[in-house]
């Protein structure tokens, strides 16, 4: 069974900094399309950043320029850097990963062609 457990949540002032990961388990082969979502309280999930086999990088525009989505070369596992927080960052993080070709791996793509998620960790930035 496929797998996906986050780490590095926390709860933290304006401007600090925090790195997400996300390790998968449980597949023969790495995945074709690495994300991150989060989602605050009575809002939509909405899509932060994703990552494909090959290393091509899309971002929503709120976090171009603070985020950073990488990936490991031998492992199944992707991060996320998060740079001078803020209070609007808030939000339960998840990671999503895809194992079938998809036409497209961007944040607009959605969620949709993501089947397999995490849990969700969460971050809180106070003022």
């Known amino acids: 069974q496929i797998r996906l457990a986050e780490s590095g949540g926390g709860s933290v002032a304006a401007g600090v900094s925090l790195r997400l990961s996300c390790a998968a388990s449980?597949?023969?082969?790495?995945?074709?399309?690495m994300g991150w979502f989060r989602q605050a309280p009575w809002k939509g999930r909405e899509g932060v950043a994703t990552?494909?086999?090959?290393?091509?990088?899309d971002y929503a525009e709120s976090v171009k320029g603070r985020f950073t989505i990488s990936k490991d070369s031998a492992e199944d596992i992707w991060y996320l850097q998060m740079n001078n927080l803020k209070p609007e960052d808030t939000a339960t993080y998840s990671c999503?990963?895809?194992?079938?070709?998809?036409?497209?791996?961007?944040?607009?793509?959605?969620?949709?062609?993501?089947?397999?998620w995490g849990h969700g960790t969460q971050v809180t930035v106070s003022s």
């Open positions: 990552i494909t086999i090959d290393g091509w990088l």
């Open positions: 449980g597949y023969g082969s790495r995945s074709y399309c």
């Open positions: 999503a990963a895809e194992y079938e070709l998809p036409s497209k791996c961007t944040v607009r793509a959605g969620s949709a062609i993501f089947a397999y």
